[in-house]
């Protein structure tokens, strides 16, 4: 199987639209999103939409949870915060109610997926380092995991011959073929935060037992545009050219 897999979308459409475009060259079977379809963006019902149509595999974020008043938004900066309000005001019931129903975690035949955490994903902790990820890897009940979040693509793993040890790369191009477990970042599709403004999304090959994390440029003019026109605070259409 041949997974396309999607980090924080944020209502970046045309980030999001340029990722499905190379997962279509690429004959990807299978749509997968990590979550944070909404937030920041301007074009949540579109992202929706988008997923929808696909009939996408889709675990919920911090931001979708926000946006359907799961979760307490006080801890959200302001620019965060304004989104969110932004969002409920243009999202329809329908919409809110799709959101409200995604899965925390969801497992697919040759994945699981989930936003933050494998382990209480409840409370959308970040895994920035080897010991976040030790409780994930402890619990993951299949060998691969696909999460975003921190927005910055990063795999920690832990390989077959030395099972104790917990190790990290950022090389693009991960072989699992060695790899008990492994805990995929995607990094994010509609606002990387990682110093490339490039949208980024993963291709996993199930068969090949290979993940390869994708860059590509897209029009973010366009979605600049789109946020300024909405009202929307002008740093968070700032910050999508400097890719932080």
Request: aromatic share 6%.
């Amino acid at each position: 199987m041949k997974y396309g897999i999607l980090g924080d979308i944020h209502g970046n459409l045309s980030a999001l639209d340029t990722a499905l475009a190379a997962f279509r060259d690429e004959r990807v079977e299978r749509v997968v999103s990590v979550g944070d379809v909404v937030g920041y963006g301007a074009a949540p019902r579109e992202c929706i939409e988008r997923l929808r149509q696909l009939d996408a595999i889709v675990v919920k974020g911090n931001h979708d949870a926000a946006c359907t008043g799961e979760l307490e938004v006080r801890f959200f900066n302001n620019y965060a915060r304004d989104a969110v309000r932004w969002t409920q005001s243009v999202l329809s019931e329908e919409e809110l109610a799709w959101l409200r129903a995604l899965p925390l975690v969801t497992h697919l035949e040759h994945c699981s997926v989930a936003h933050g955490t494998y382990h209480r994903p409840e409370l959308y902790d970040y895994i920035q380092s080897t010991t976040d990820a030790d409780p994930s890897l402890d619990e993951m009940i299949l060998p691969v995991c696909f999460v975003g979040h921190t927005h910055v693509p990063v795999t920690l793993l832990r390989l077959k011959d030395d099972p104790l040890r917990t190790a990290y790369t950022v090389d693009p191009e991960i072989d699992l073929a060695e790899a008990g477990k492994a805990l995929v970042n995607v990094g994010s599709v509609g606002q990387p935060r990682d110093e490339d403004p490039r949208t980024a999304f993963a291709i996993y090959d199930s068969r090949e037992d290979r993940v390869s994390i994708r860059r590509a440029a897209y029009d973010i003019e366009v979605e600049a545009r789109r946020i300024r026109s909405a009202g929307l605070p002008s740093v968070l259409a700032d910050r999508l050219f400097l890719g932080v």
